[in-house]
């Protein structure tokens, strides 16, 4: 059964707190590292929660999804944002399954021209 949102994020926060619990120094930081990442900068935090987002749905990571959407809520996407947000992730998802597909197809085309016709 799927999670809700509200139960994905208490199972995230009760793991988060007892993984921070720990003394590991590099976790620690690749947290910090991590949450960093999504703070304003040259790109305001609502565009890198939305680029977070798309490259989630694009890997179908449904955990990323869930943190992400949540993320995105909190800084203020709109329900127009997010359709597009997730109209990019589609296409963008067809291309990396497809191209792999083509080069090969192209490759195979370059070696075996005299012996396929072509139109």
């Known amino acids: 059964m799927t999670k809700t949102l ?4 208490a199972e995230r926060t009760a ?3 007892r993984i921070l619990s720990g003394e590991n120094r590099a976790i620690k930081r690749f947290f910090r590292l991590d949450g960093e990442a999504y ?3 040259a790109l ?3 565009t890198k929660e ?6 989630s749905l694009v890997l179908r990571c449904d955990d990323c999804i869930s943190y992400h959407v949540i993320q995105c809520a909190k800084c203020g996407v709109t329900p127009a944002e997010f359709e597009e947000a997730f ?3 589609r296409p963008t998802e067809v291309a990396r399954r497809l191209n792999p597909g083509l080069q090969t197809f192209a490759a195979f ?4 021209r005299d012996r396929i016709p072509l139109g």
Do not use: H, S, T, Y
């Open 6 to 9: 509200d139960e994905f994020q």
């Open 15 to 17: 793991a988060n707190e």
């Open 39 to 41: 703070e304003d900068g």
């Open 44 to 46: 305001p935090a609502k």
């Open 50 to 55: 939305l680029l977070g987002l798309v490259a």
């Open 87 to 89: 109209m990019k992730a």
């Open 109 to 112: 085309l370059a070696r075996n």
